[in-house]
């Protein structure tokens, strides 16, 4: 038999049932397709995510300083030297202590025994820029200044949350809170915290005022920084606030960006990559079992032919060819579909789309081999078969 022959022979039988042959191939057509969609819209939504990502978190740089017996290693001032490098937006210092993590603060000095008017916070020191740096806006009033620090103001700054807890609303009368025994007057409340959330349970005082709390010396230093200088700033900002002792200091630097990207989309291909392995599966067993149909329907003529000197492997090949055009098929409109899909999607979603070439031309022979193995049983199946047992 030849190539011709059997190719003729082959499109023949595909041809004769053709709403059969149709219902077939959709189960490779799903299978292909999902797999295009699932790896063209994980390309699309790992880039998609990479950009939201460095939004907050690729943008944000933490200094932790640990503490020293003899000298600081950061002073309160070195915060100006860091916002002098290139691609830091913001910058803050701050103090904060085992001890001062909770302290007791009540917004009135008298107690009553029927009520809880002392809550436990955490205050800190910090220099003026905090709310920049916490990526946080002030609900009402305004944060303490240069002129607070210099002149040693007893103010503060509560968080939102901490507010409700004092009961603490309106800033027109100027009320106090006492931490311990010393009285403060609340100039401000910060809320809408995007970085630092802690900060809404906290109460803020200035560097001046905090020695009787032993907030002294700077732990940490909040740094933002425009897109794609993260990197950079996390290696200078150890130098700029503490030259000749910056390998002392932990910098704690976002990851980066291209293995967040990996990761997502890795995290959606595992996901979906099933579904579309469990298509190709549903695909395969339709395959195989309508061409077993086909084979058990087509006795007569697998006898006539094998009477007329057609040998084994002759049926078998012309099975495995209608079985692999079927899959050829299918995998030919999977990857259009896919394709369109992932294009639509993203033009929805308003995102770039991603998508490697190969796969969609690997998509087509993928369907081929899916059609080739589903119809390898029936086709030896067939070219086992006896040709007097045929015609019988």
């Given at each position: 038999m030849k190539i011709r022959d059997l190719w003729t022979e082959a499109l023949a039988g595909l041809l004769a049932r053709p709403v059969r042959a149709a219902l077939t191939t959709l189960g490779t057509v799903l299978g292909i397709t999902t797999l295009?969609?699932?790896?063209?819209?994980?390309?699309?939504?790992?880039?998609?995510?990479?950009?939201?990502?460095?939004?907050?978190?690729?943008?944000?740089?933490?200094?932790?300083?640990?503490?020293?017996?003899?000298?600081?290693?950061?002073?309160?001032?070195?915060?100006?030297?860091?916002?002098?490098?290139?691609?830091?937006?913001?910058?803050?210092?701050?103090?904060?202590?085992?001890?001062?993590a909770?302290?007791?603060?009540?917004?009135?000095?008298?107690?009553?025994?029927?009520?809880?008017?002392?809550?436990?916070l955490s205050v800190l020191a910090s220099t003026t820029d905090l709310p920049q740096a916490a990526r946080g806006r002030m609900v009402s009033g305004r944060f303490f200044d240069a002129g607070h620090v210099r002149r040693q103001d007893r103010v503060a700054v509560i968080g939102d949350r901490a507010a409700k807890l004092l009961g603490v609303g309106s800033l027109k009368r100027a009320p106090a809170i006492f931490i311990g025994k010393h009285a403060y007057t609340v100039i401000g409340i910060l809320g809408e915290l995007r970085r630092e959330r802690n900060l809404s349970m906290a109460v803020m005082i200035p560097p001046s005022t905090g020695r009787q709390f032993g907030l002294r010396d700077v732990t940490r230093v909040l740094i933002n920084t425009s897109l794609g200088a993260a990197d950079l700033v996390s290696r200078q900002a150890p130098t700029a606030l503490s030259p000749g002792n910056q390998d002392l200091l932990q910098v704690i630097a976002p990851p980066s960006p291209i293995r967040a990207r990996d990761k997502a989309q890795d995290d959606v291909n595992a996901l979906f990559l099933i579904l579309g392995l469990v298509s190709l599966v549903v695909g395969a067993v339709g395959i195989a079992n309508v061409t077993l149909v086909t084979v058990m329907e087509r006795v007569s003529?697998?006898?006539?032919?094998?009477?007329?000197?057609?040998?084994?492997?002759?049926?078998?090949?012309?099975?495995?060819?209608?079985?692999?055009?079927?899959?050829?098929?299918?995998?030919?409109?999977?990857?259009?579909?896919?394709?369109?899909?992932?294009?639509?999607?993203?033009?929805?979603?308003?995102?770039?789309?991603?998508?490697?070439?190969?796969?969609?031309?690997?998509?087509?022979?993928?369907?081929?081999?899916?059609?080739?193995?589903?119809?390898?049983?029936?086709?030896?199946?067939?070219?086992?078969?006896?040709?007097?047992?045929?015609l019988r």
């Open positions: 295009v969609v699932t790896l063209g819209v994980a390309a699309t939504a790992g880039n998609q995510i990479v950009g939201r990502f460095d939004e907050l978190v690729a943008t944000a740089v933490t200094v932790e300083v640990p503490e020293q017996k003899n000298a600081p290693l950061v002073s309160w001032d070195a915060v100006s030297r860091v916002t002098r490098l290139r691609g830091v937006t913001s910058a803050a210092a701050v103090a904060e202590t085992k001890d001062s909770n302290l007791s603060v009540r917004s009135n000095d008298l107690i009553d025994p029927t009520r809880v008017t002392a809550q436990t003529e697998i006898g006539l032919r094998r009477s007329l000197g057609a040998a084994r492997r002759h049926i078998a090949a012309q099975f495995l060819l209608e079985s692999t055009l079927t899959g050829l098929t299918g995998g030919v409109i999977g990857a259009s579909l896919g394709v369109v899909t992932v294009v639509a999607v993203s033009a929805a979603k308003q995102w770039t789309p991603l998508l490697d070439v190969r796969l969609a031309l690997a998509a087509p022979l993928a369907g081929a081999v899916v059609g080739l193995l589903a119809g390898l049983y029936p086709a030896l199946r067939a070219a086992r078969m006896e040709p007097v047992d045929a």
